[in-house]
């Protein structure tokens, strides 16, 4: 083993004898040895604060102890290729006497090196090899500074050398994704906003390695802020890397630091190659900024044998999420298509907001005339594909907008409250920006209101394919008190008719007769209306068949047109095939309090087969003063009753079922006129809504107009207090239709007639009793 250094002169030889078995001389030799090169000993080179990557420059750390006292060292990197020291430095007790790219040359000064003291020092601003792998160098020192006088060395040294990390470069700007884009059909609105702060989105990075990765590598991706809060939170849920394909990766968090590691390939041999070198491969995983300050992101890779293989020294930089706003939206009302004021107060946190964009639901329009859509605010264009309109608010001058309590805005609704926007119906929406639509500051949403249509708002007609010239009639209910014009607008085909004589029922609207015109079917009131539930008819042509878009539009207007209240979208009658026609109502007197005599009918034009009943429906606060089975009377014998007297059900006050005869499979209505009567009790005030129904029932179950169980139902309008039908005296004076009414007594005699034998005394005791 050689010595550390050279012996002195006079031990610097080799000695050769030949010696007997008893030691006795018989030849010798004596040769000059050869120098020796002193080697420097426990030799490390470091980084001084941390690991940096290929192409970087960082501080390094050199210890070593020499062999032989010296000044000088001289410094030079062989591996990796381009090593740079020319801008480097030491500390100020040291000088530099050469510093040429990757070699340099140090004065230590007095006391220098010191044989067998290990010694430290530092050489800053060392810009790092390219590529990166494990380094390797020479280093030699010098007892003068003319270097003519070698004292030790170490030569193609890497045993205590560190491994230079390749150089992770981010190829393309990284993009932050919010959940909302990566389900557009979903978030038709929310997609195209920034991400925001406090929800969780997707960071994807396009990375290249300088230096291969092997399986079961370690991919370690760290965010980094200013403060913990900066530093955004990561989730291995959604962690993928790909290249040409998908590579296989493990992925856990470390508690301790708050960084995502993934196992790349973990069930492949070391040995094989998981990332290529100098190939993209993006890398995303699910983050949560938690607020908006500064961050950065690190990724290294690791290997068990060598540590950080590759790295992106931390400074790769992060995103900037914009701030979560809050909104709140409110509304006094909000008909149908009506101009109203809408209500928003923002909290935009310390923000500074120049110009606030609102985005109402789809169908809403804000005011666009002189006066904008309220104080500081100009109606805008469409948002992009979703339709939905925009406003701007703003100063003039574009000084920061500082109270965003309260705003009033003006829309118009639309006919009925959005629908299919998927998640995002009636939300409104609030972006706050600096100067311009570059510079969004913070965006936020708000629970919106729906278009109310107005209540009790119904149509009623006898849906009979063909009917010509019949009464169709309309009911709504005010909360205001306005209005004084009421429009209606049918589906496809409806023909109204309100301006001819007779044609216009004016039911509860207030003041004498409206004005009409029929197209569009608008009639003008002569007083305003108030508060209340209102109910009117005119007449109507019927198409052949349902429309496909079987609704009708009702919209009240005050005189200047503005749209008070609306309905839209209100469901109209099936149209059948049934041969019916002219329903009819005909009273005796309408006095309050007392009894009348009420009598309904209705036309066949051509026999019907499908019927089991007819249901006779009062208007509310109307009953009837049936108290025997004999007060209904039936005007036309060809009717097919059931038999017996008890063929009109009467439980109910407010409605009579007549069944027809059941004892056949199937019973025939013959054409004719059919019509029944029976008492009334007229109410001391008449109902807002005074419809009467007579509805042509599939089943004796019927016991509402609209039930299912009826073919057809006519409404008919109802009389009102004091007022003398016009049919009275026809039926009076019409010997056809007028029959003799059969005296209790008489009908008595035939029940009893009737009955059997064994109950024939009682019920004769009963009607003596009675009559």
């Given at each position: 083993?050689?010595?550390?250094?050279?012996?002195?002169?006079?031990?610097?030889?080799?000695?050769?004898?030949?010696?007997?078995?008893?030691?006795?001389?018989?030849?010798?030799?004596?040769?000059?040895?050869?120098?020796?090169?002193?080697?420097?000993?426990?030799?490390?080179?470091?980084?001084?604060?941390?690991?940096?990557?290929?192409?970087?420059?960082?501080?390094?750390?050199?210890?070593?102890?020499?062999?032989?006292?010296?000044?000088?060292?001289?410094?030079?990197?062989?591996?990796?290729?381009?090593?740079?020291?020319?801008?480097?430095?030491?500390?100020?007790?040291?000088?530099?006497?050469?510093?040429?790219?990757?070699?340099?040359?140090?004065?230590?000064?007095?006391?220098?090196?010191?044989?067998?003291?290990?010694?430290?020092?530092?050489?800053?601003?060392?810009?790092?090899?390219?590529?990166?792998?494990?380094?390797?160098?020479?280093?030699?020192?010098?007892?003068?500074?003319?270097?003519?006088?070698?004292?030790?060395?170490?030569?193609?040294?890497?045993?205590?050398?560190?491994?230079?990390?390749?150089?992770?470069?981010?190829?393309?700007?990284?993009?932050?994704?919010?959940?909302?884009?990566?389900?557009?059909?979903?978030?038709?609105?929310?997609?195209?906003?920034?991400?925001?702060?406090?929800?969780?989105?997707?960071?994807?990075?396009?990375?290249?390695?300088?230096?291969?990765?092997?399986?079961?590598?370690?991919?370690?991706?760290?965010?980094?802020?200013?403060?913990?809060?900066?530093?955004?939170?990561?989730?291995?849920?959604?962690?993928?890397?790909?290249?040409?394909?998908?590579?296989?990766?493990?992925?856990?968090?470390?508690?301790?630091?708050?960084?995502?590691?993934?196992?790349?390939?973990?069930?492949?041999?070391?040995?094989?190659?998981?990332?290529?070198?100098?190939?993209?491969?993006?890398?995303?995983?699910?983050?949560?900024?938690?607020?908006?300050?500064?961050?950065?992101?690190?990724?290294?890779?690791?290997?068990?044998?060598?540590?950080?293989?590759?790295?992106?020294?931390?400074?790769?930089?992060?995103?900037?999420?914009?701030?979560?706003?809050?909104?709140?939206?409110?509304?006094?009302?909000?008909?149908?298509?009506?101009?109203?004021?809408?209500?928003?107060?923002?909290?935009?946190?310390?923000?500074?907001?120049?110009?606030?964009?609102?985005?109402?639901?789809?169908?809403?329009?804000?005011?666009?005339?002189?006066?904008?859509?309220?104080?500081?605010?100009?109606?805008?264009?469409?948002?992009?594909?979703?339709?939905?309109?925009?406003?701007?608010?703003?100063?003039?001058?574009?000084?920061?907008?500082?109270?965003?309590?309260?705003?009033?805005?003006?829309?118009?609704?639309?006919?009925?409250?959005?629908?299919?926007?998927?998640?995002?119906?009636?939300?409104?929406?609030?972006?706050?920006?600096?100067?311009?639509?570059?510079?969004?500051?913070?965006?936020?949403?708000?629970?919106?209101?729906?278009?109310?249509q107005m209540s009790g708002s119904a149509v009623y007609y006898g849906g009979v394919a063909g009917l010509k010239g019949h009464e169709i009639l309309f009911t709504f209910t005010l909360d205001v008190d306005a209005g004084s014009t009421i429009t209606v607008v049918p589906p496809d085909d409806f023909l109204l008719t309100c301006s001819t004589d007779g044609s216009l029922s004016q039911g509860s609207l207030p003041g004498g007769t409206p004005s009409c015109v029929d197209d569009p079917m608008t009639l003008t009131l002569q007083s305003?209306?108030?508060?209340?539930?209102?109910?009117?008819?005119?007449?109507?042509?019927?198409?052949?068949?349902?429309?496909?878009?079987?609704?009708?539009?009702?919209?009240?207007?005050?005189?200047?047109?503005?749209?008070v209240d609306a309905a839209y979208g209100v469901s109209g009658q099936v149209i059948v095939s049934m041969a019916a026609t002219t329903p009819t109502l005909a009273w005796a007197s309408a006095d309050p309090g007392q009894t009348t005599t009420v009598t309904m009918g209705v036309t066949f034009t051509s026999a019907v087969t499908s019927l089991e009943a007819i249901l006779i429906t009062l208007p509310e606060t109307f009953q009837h003063d049936i108290q025997l089975p004999i007060d209904v009377q039936n005007y036309n014998a060809k009717?097919?009753?059931?038999?017996?007297?008890?063929?009109?059900?009467?439980?109910?006050?407010?409605?009579?079922?007549?069944?027809?005869?059941?004892?056949?499979?199937?019973?025939?209505?013959?054409?004719?006129?059919?019509?029944?009567?029976?008492?009334?009790?007229?109410?001391?005030?008449?109902?807002?809504?005074?419809?009467?129904?007579?509805?042509?029932?599939?089943?004796?179950?019927?016991?509402?107009?609209?039930?299912?169980?009826?073919?057809?139902?006519?409404?008919?309008?109802?009389?009102?207090?004091?007022?003398?039908?016009?049919?009275?005296?026809?039926?009076?004076?019409?010997?056809?239709?007028?029959?003799?009414?059969?005296?209790?007594?008489?009908?008595?005699?035939?029940?009893?007639?009737?009955a059997s034998m064994a109950l024939a005394l009682l019920v004769l005791s009963l009607c003596i009793v009675l009559f």
């Amino acid at each position: 083993v050689n010595p550390s250094k050279t012996p002195d002169i006079a031990d610097n030889y080799w000695m050769v004898q030949h010696l007997t078995s008893l030691a006795v001389v018989q030849a010798e030799k004596v040769a000059e040895s050869w120098a020796i090169v002193p080697q420097l000993a426990d030799v490390t080179i470091a980084f001084a604060n941390g690991y940096r990557s290929a192409g970087s420059t960082a501080n390094l750390q050199f210890t070593m102890t020499p062999v032989n006292d010296a000044c000088c060292v001289e410094i030079t990197a062989e591996y990796p290729t381009n090593f740079d020291f020319s801008q480097s430095t030491v500390l100020s007790n040291y000088d530099i006497l050469a510093q040429d790219g990757s070699r340099i040359v140090i004065n230590m000064r007095s006391p220098g090196f010191v044989a067998d003291s290990a010694f430290t020092f530092i050489v800053y601003s060392v810009v790092l090899g390219r590529s990166g792998g494990q380094t390797r160098w020479n280093i030699v020192t010098y007892e003068d500074t003319a270097l003519t006088s070698q004292m030790d060395e170490v030569l193609d040294y890497e045993d205590g050398a560190f491994r230079l990390p390749g150089k992770i470069t981010l190829v393309d700007t990284p993009e932050l994704t919010s959940a909302y884009k990566e389900s557009q059909s979903t978030y038709p609105v929310k997609s195209l906003f920034q991400p925001r702060v406090a929800e969780w989105s997707t960071a994807e990075f396009q990375l290249s390695f300088s230096q291969t990765v092997y399986c079961t590598g370690i991919l370690v991706i760290t965010s980094q802020g200013s403060s913990d809060d900066d530093a955004y939170l990561l989730r291995t849920d959604g962690f993928v890397i790909i290249g040409t394909a998908q590579i296989a990766a493990t992925a856990s968090m470390n508690t301790a630091t708050g960084a995502l590691e993934a196992v790349l390939k973990p069930s492949r041999p070391a040995s094989e190659v998981a990332l290529v070198a100098d190939t993209t491969y993006t890398v995303s995983v699910r983050v949560y900024p938690q607020t908006s300050g500064t961050n950065t992101w690190r990724f290294d890779t690791t290997d068990a044998a060598a540590g950080f293989t590759n790295t992106n020294d931390g400074e790769s930089d992060g995103f900037s999420p914009v701030e979560q706003y809050t909104l709140l939206v409110s509304v006094a009302r909000s008909p149908p298509m009506a101009v109203i004021e809408v209500t928003l107060s923002v909290d935009y946190g310390d923000t500074v907001i120049r110009e606030l964009v609102v985005v109402a639901p789809a169908g809403f329009i804000f005011e666009s005339g002189s006066d904008g859509c309220g104080d500081m605010c100009t109606a805008g264009q469409a948002l992009g594909s979703t339709g939905r309109r925009t406003a701007t608010i703003a100063t003039e001058t574009g000084q920061p907008l500082t109270d965003l309590t309260g705003i009033i805005v003006k829309v118009q609704t639309p006919e009925a409250t959005p629908s299919g926007s998927a998640s995002e119906g009636t939300l409104w929406f609030v972006e706050g920006r600096g100067q311009g639509s570059g510079t969004t500051k913070g965006w936020g949403e708000g629970a919106g209101f729906a278009v109310t249509q107005m209540s009790g708002s119904a149509v009623y007609y006898g849906g009979v394919a063909g009917l010509k010239g019949h009464e169709i009639l309309f009911t709504f209910t005010l909360d205001v008190d306005a209005g004084s014009t009421i429009t209606v607008v049918p589906p496809d085909d409806f023909l109204l008719t309100c301006s001819t004589d007779g044609s216009l029922s004016q039911g509860s609207l207030p003041g004498g007769t409206p004005s009409c015109v029929d197209d569009p079917m608008t009639l003008t009131l002569q007083s305003t209306l108030t508060i209340g539930t209102y109910s009117f008819g005119v007449m109507v042509d019927l198409p052949d068949e349902t429309p496909q878009v079987n609704t009708f539009n009702i919209i009240i207007e005050d005189a200047y047109n503005n749209v008070v209240d609306a309905a839209y979208g209100v469901s109209g009658q099936v149209i059948v095939s049934m041969a019916a026609t002219t329903p009819t109502l005909a009273w005796a007197s309408a006095d309050p309090g007392q009894t009348t005599t009420v009598t309904m009918g209705v036309t066949f034009t051509s026999a019907v087969t499908s019927l089991e009943a007819i249901l006779i429906t009062l208007p509310e606060t109307f009953q009837h003063d049936i108290q025997l089975p004999i007060d209904v009377q039936n005007y036309n014998a060809k009717f097919p009753l059931t038999s017996g007297l008890d063929w009109a059900d009467s439980t109910e006050e407010d409605r009579i079922v007549i069944w027809l005869d059941d004892s056949e499979d199937v019973t025939t209505i013959p054409a004719g006129t059919y019509k029944w009567s029976f008492p009334v009790l007229v109410p001391p005030t008449i109902p807002d809504i005074n419809i009467w129904y007579i509805s042509l029932c599939e089943d004796r179950s019927c016991s509402s107009p609209y039930d299912g169980y009826s073919s057809v139902s006519f409404p008919i309008s109802g009389f009102n207090l004091y007022e003398v039908s016009p049919e009275a005296a026809a039926v009076a004076a019409s010997p056809a239709e007028r029959r003799t009414r059969p005296s209790r007594l008489f009908a008595s005699l035939l029940l009893c007639e009737k009955a059997s034998m064994a109950l024939a005394l009682l019920v004769l005791s009963l009607c003596i009793v009675l009559f």
